[in-house]
């Protein structure tokens, strides 16, 4: 069964404005960490954010921040004031357990910020 | 400061060659370590991942195969390459006590023709 759901293949923002990437996991595990990457049209991984699922607060990092609603198992990502540069390929993952070894992403959302 | 090591950038290779991929990282210690495949515009694939030398889990089963002599070094192989195993293919590591997130290599672009 798919474990994180990305039902956005594609977004667009306006330059200056908010975008929120969806992301829903799906885990019985009451120990996981969710994470955000984005991948620029180089290729490479660039982590974004994190949040344990012990979290009380939802995680910020800069402009981006983490909308965590555990009871609705999902987890949305925020950016906030977009930026040309924001324009990649994001990908929402999953660690279940504490020490667990397999990180599971989801399909990505292409996000395209126009000018 | 630790490092990843991934390489070739890029690989063309004919239907039915071998192939070696090889990832090593740096300043760190029995990290955990994962294959991952990205097909074009598509999300990542876990293909292996390993908790220590020898030890490897695989999650898709394939005409590839992963191994890791040394505790900081992973390698992905193929006897006899198809034309699907084109894509991207991406190594990362986690550190052994988990919790944080994974930090990827460069990445290889693997063309199959």
């Known amino acids: 069964a798919q474990k994180i759901t990305q039902t956005q293949p594609g977004m667009f923002v306006q330059e200056k404005e908010a975008v929120t990437l969806d992301c829903t996991y799906d885990?019985?595990?009451?120990?996981?960490?969710l994470f955000w990457y984005k991948q620029p049209s180089s290729g490479e991984m660039i982590f974004l954010i994190y949040q344990g699922s012990y979290d009380q607060q939802n995680a910020t990092e800069g402009r981006y921040s983490l909308n965590f609603q555990k009871a609705r198992k999902s987890a949305n990502l925020v950016i906030s004031a977009s930026q040309l540069g924001d324009s990649a390929m994001y990908f929402c993952a999953m660690r279940e357990g504490y020490n667990n070894n397999d990180m599971r992403f989801g399909a990505g959302t292409r996000l395209t910020v126009k000018p | 400061s630790q490092t990843i090591h991934q390489w070739p950038a890029t690989l063309v290779q004919p239907v039915g060659s071998p192939l070696s991929l090889e990832c090593t990282v740096e300043?760190?210690?029995?990290?955990?370590l994962y294959w991952y495949r990205q097909a074009a515009g598509r999300g990542l694939q876990l293909l292996f991942y390993s908790v220590g030398i020898g030890q490897i889990s695989s999650e898709v089963p394939q005409n590839l195969s992963a191994s890791r002599p040394q505790d900081r070094q992973f390698i992905l192989s193929s006897k006899k390459l198809l034309l699907s195993d084109s894509g991207f293919y991406l190594c990362?590591?986690?550190?052994?006590?988990?919790?944080?997130?994974?930090?990827f290599g460069q990445g290889t672009r693997l063309t199959v023709v």
């Open positions: 300043g760190t210690s029995n990290p955990n």
């Open positions: 885990t019985s595990d009451p120990s996981y960490g």
């Open positions: 990362a590591w986690t550190p052994g006590t988990g919790g944080t997130e994974a930090f």
